[in-house]
């Protein structure tokens, strides 16, 4: 079964726009993580937030993390027509947080507009 | 590039055979991960192995095996094949021991179509 809940399932927006993907989980984790699949393609990891964090930043990625409504946000700032695919929040089945063994969401497909 | 390829890159089956596919995890990596993501669906944890050793099961029958080599490549196989079986079907390595968080390396997946 799916641990993450992704909304929206698509997003549509212009180019220079900012994209806010949400995930949603069930179960106590030790960290977080997106990833994002170009059509049809291998993942890619994007970022990482651990349990005791409450916000991240890689570049134009800011995640944030709030363990009390278990739930997470991927914001992509100034959005690019090669930002298009679809990102998934993942977190680890195991205890330690770090078993490789990944539960992921549904997924949002995002469309950045030229 | 992750490191981290994956052969065929495409295939079609027929319905009732069997496949095996195929991973070579990243350099250094010894554990490798696999997972089943029908199209429009995110990826489901089939299994793992650790050091040759499956190291934890999703909720995949046992026609789904796998096997993990000293070179810590990996094969799945899969029997009996099913067309609920067409999906896209991707190898992940990382490296077991390390503190927690290490990144996990994916493969760009084998696209499996059984008819």
């Known amino acids: 079964s799916q641990q993450g809940e992704e909304d929206p399932q698509a997003l549509s927006i212009q180019e220079g726009e900012n994209a806010t993907m949400n995930c949603s989980y069930k179960t106590s984790i030790n960290n977080l993580q997106w990833y994002r699949q170009n059509s049809g393609r291998g993942l890619v990891h994007l970022i990482l937030?651990?349990?005791?964090?409450r916000e991240k930043h890689s570049g134009r990625l800011r995640v944030t993390l709030d363990t009390s409504k278990k739930s997470s946000s991927l914001l992509i700032t100034a959005s690019r027509a090669a930002d298009t695919a679809s990102y998934f929040c993942?977190?680890?089945?195991?205890?330690?947080?770090?078993?490789?063994?990944?539960?992921f969401g549904q997924g949002t497909t995002l469309q950045v507009k030229p | 590039e992750t490191g981290v390829t994956q052969s065929p890159t495409h295939l079609i089956k027929t319905r009732g055979q069997q496949v095996t596919l195929r991973c070579s995890s990243q350099s250094g990596h010894n554990t490798v991960s696999w997972y089943q993501q029908a199209l429009g669906q995110g990826p489901q944890f089939i299994f793992q192995y650790y050091r040759e050793e499956e190291n934890g099961r999703g909720n995949f029958p046992p026609r789904f095996s796998g096997l993990q080599f000293p070179n810590y490549s990996s094969e799945l196989n899969v029997n009996a094949l099913e067309l609920d079986d067409s999906a896209l079907y991707l190898c992940?390595?990382?490296?077991?021991?390390?503190?927690?968080?290490?990144?996990?390396?994916f493969g760009e997946g084998s696209w499996l179509t059984v008819v």
């Open positions: 992940a390595s990382s490296l077991q021991g390390r503190v927690s968080g290490n990144t996990i390396y």
């Open positions: 937030i651990r349990s005791n964090e």
């Open positions: 993942a977190t680890d089945a195991g205890g330690s947080g770090n078993t490789g063994k990944l539960i």
